[in-house]
T-cell receptor, first 110, second 111 residues
Framework: KNEVEQSPQNLTAQEGEFITINCSYS?????LHWLQQHPGGGIVSLFM???GKKKHGRLIATINIQEKHSSLHITASHPRDSAVYIC????????????FGEGTQLTVNP | DSGVTQTPKHLITATGQRVTLRCSPR?????VYWYQQSLDQGLQFLIQ???????AKGNILERFSAQQFPDLHSELNLSSLELGDSALYFC??????????FGPGTRLTVL
């Protein structure tokens, strides 16, 4: 079993829909990252969080440390949100290295 | 633009060859991380350097090595290349234990 599991693996939505991507992890962590990877391959860091909730524009990330679970929400989705979203954790015992989920491929249709 | 640069963008080479990938971190960042992203394995941590010294090692093959120079740029050396080494190689930099900023990646194709 992977230390970091994401669901769903693939997600197709219509423009304007509210989207949720989930991430569960099995180790104690010091931080969780949400990353976005566009078709060209580049990776952008969206959030780093260790508790509670963060918001940036139409993106919201939440984390529940007790349940070892995080969600990434996209409100009013747009075709330009189409990308792979990757959850990564920094475990308490392995310094600052990241362990990654397999990613969620999101396609938003106009 | 993350401020992290990687060269080259693309590299095509043959099995058995050796290549060097280069990464320049964001100004002021002392930590550099190398990651490999292959189709079957996803993103995996290879190695971390902090201010010129190796800090952590992940699933890095013995055929691979890295170093960080006094000007903080880093190089990842891949030798005796195999078909399975074809992947995207990313470096990322950070200040302390904060958010990591990723470079655009080097796409390596081994034929």
């Amino acid at each position: 079993k992977n230390e970091v599991e994401q669901s769903p693996q693939n997600l197709t939505a219509q423009e304007g829909e509210f989207i949720t991507i989930n991430c569960s992890y099995s180790v104690g962590i010091s931080a969780l990252h949400w990353l976005q990877q566009h078709p060209g391959g580049g990776i952008v860091s969206l959030f780093m969080l260790s508790s509670g909730k963060k918001k940036h524009g139409r993106l919201i990330a939440t984390i529940n440390i007790q349940e070892k679970h995080s969600s990434l929400h996209i409100t009013a989705s747009h075709p330009r949100d189409s990308a792979v979203y990757i959850c990564a954790v920094r475990s308490r015992t392995s310094g600052s290295r990241l362990t990654f989920g397999e990613g969620t491929q999101l396609t938003v249709n106009p | 633009d993350s401020g992290v640069t990687q060269t080259p963008k693309h590299l095509i080479t043959a099995t058995g060859q050796r290549v060097t990938l280069r990464c320049s971190p964001r100004s002021g960042d002392l930590s550099v991380y190398w990651y490999q992203q292959s189709l079957d394995q996803g993103l995996q941590f290879l190695i971390q350097y902090y201010n010129g010294e190796e800090r952590a090692k992940g699933n890095i093959l013995e055929r691979f090595s890295a170093q960080q120079f006094p000007d903080l740029h880093s190089e990842l050396n891949l030798s005796s290349l195999e078909l399975g080494d074809s992947a995207l190689y990313f470096c990322a930099s950070t200040e302390g234990n904060n958010e990591q900023f990723f470079g655009p990646g080097t796409r390596l194709t081994v034929l």
